[in-house]
């Protein structure tokens, strides 16, 4: 007998509006992005050494640049020491040496808040992933593997704040910036592996499990991945060109991106084939469930597929760019909830028909 108490509802439920608020995140820091707020606050945790924000420059001292300059570029020696004594001795000396973290950044009062309010939802998020992590607990009697999975949630999610901080110190030193966001959709995994494996037992099959299928579902989600950090690193591209060319030009700057935006406009004629492969088999199993996360996955299919097009010929609009990052992340979410919920299906199928519960 299933047990559908309370306790098993109410992780469910503080589970899935964790992972909406994690998707929420991903949108308001594509915002962050588009609107060039990244250093909108030049020290992590604080924002100009308060915990609220100046709103006006008289609020700063003088010399604030080149305070928090030095504060960036003495964290980013301790932690190039640490990643000296682990043996990572390149990319230590590419820490200390990169030329972005002496770039001083004048005071915004828009881009300051931004990047405020980008903080305050990461703290919301933090608080949410803890409560699942609570709420979790009755699973230690039936699933270890349910609280076990939030707690890996949680303690990423510290990890990523540290290395928001990072991302900070180095100036939005590229590499971070693709670490960060790899991270983000792992911590969305994880939590949607939770919440599915949590009600599995009210997973119902009406069709016969097939190996082939699994690894296509697999596979789709596993090049939306990469797909997703090549697009990262394309954004970090059109970064550089924005500050090469001082932020004018917009429709000089797509010829001027390299490998990367080739690679990542080329892949996504093979992702359109795979999605379309994986549909047709879907299609036909008939299945409610399945067919409803299938058209929800073609239709932010074709609306990132157009907003890719729109951006490519018609000079990256900045109101699309976090956009196309957030629907990205939102198939990538539902090819993982299809993949989830086809694997339990499919074990149930094999064991043995089971009728539908709610």
């Known amino acids: 007998m299933i047990d559908k108490s309370f306790p098993y509802k109410r992780f469910r439920n503080i589970g899935v509006l964790t992972v909406l608020a994690v998707y929420f995140l991903i949108l308001v820091g594509g915002i962050v992005r588009s609107t060039g707020s990244g250093m909108g606050c030049p020290d992590w945790p604080k924002c100009f050494g308060s915990w609220v924000p100046p709103t006006d420059v008289s609020q700063l001292p003088d010399d604030y640049l080149e305070v928090y300059k030095e504060q960036r570029v003495d964290k980013n020696k301790r932690l190039a020491g640490f990643l000296d004594k682990i043996g990572f001795d390149k990319v230590a000396g590419q ?83 693709t670490i960060h966001m790899a991270l983000a959709l792992v911590i969305v995994a994880l939590l949607q592996y939770a919440v599915i494996r949590s009600q599995a037992a009210f997973i119902t099959p009406r069709f016969e499990a097939s190996k082939h299928l699994l690894t296509v579902i697999g596979l789709v989600a596993a090049a939306t991945f990469v797909q997703i950090l090549i697009g990262t690193q394309v954004r970090e591209e059109v970064d550089i060109v924005a500050f090469e060319m001082n932020g004018s030009n917009r429709d000089l700057w797509v010829d001027q991106l390299g490998l990367s935006f080739n690679i990542h406009r080329s892949f996504s004629i093979l992702l359109l084939a795979l999605h379309l492969y994986m549909a047709y088999l879907i299609y036909k199993l008939k299945d409610r469930q399945l067919n409803m996360m299938v058209n929800w996955m073609m239709v932010l299919l074709v609306a990132e597929i157009a907003f890719g097009v729109i951006m490519a010929y018609f000079a990256i609009p900045a109101f699309l760019q976090p956009l196309h990052l957030t629907i990205a992340t939102l198939l990538f979410g539902v090819q993982f909830l299809i993949l989830i919920f086809y694997y339990y299906a499919s074990k149930k199928a094999v064991e043995k028909p089971v009728v539908v519960l709610n």
Do not use: C, M
Request: net charge neutral; hydrophobic share 50%.
């Open 95 to 177: 820490l200390r040496d990169h030329p972005l973290q002496h770039i001083e950044t004048d005071f915004n009062v828009t881009k300051t808040w931004i990047e405020y309010i980008n903080r305050l939802v990461g703290v919301v998020i933090g608080i949410l992933i803890f409560l699942t992590v609570l709420y979790a607990i009755p699973y230690l009697k039936t699933d270890k593997s349910v609280f076990y999975l939030s707690l890996l949630s949680f303690v990423l999610v510290g990890f990523q704040g540290w290395l928001g901080s990072i991302v900070v110190s180095t100036n939005l030193l590229p590499v971070t910036i």
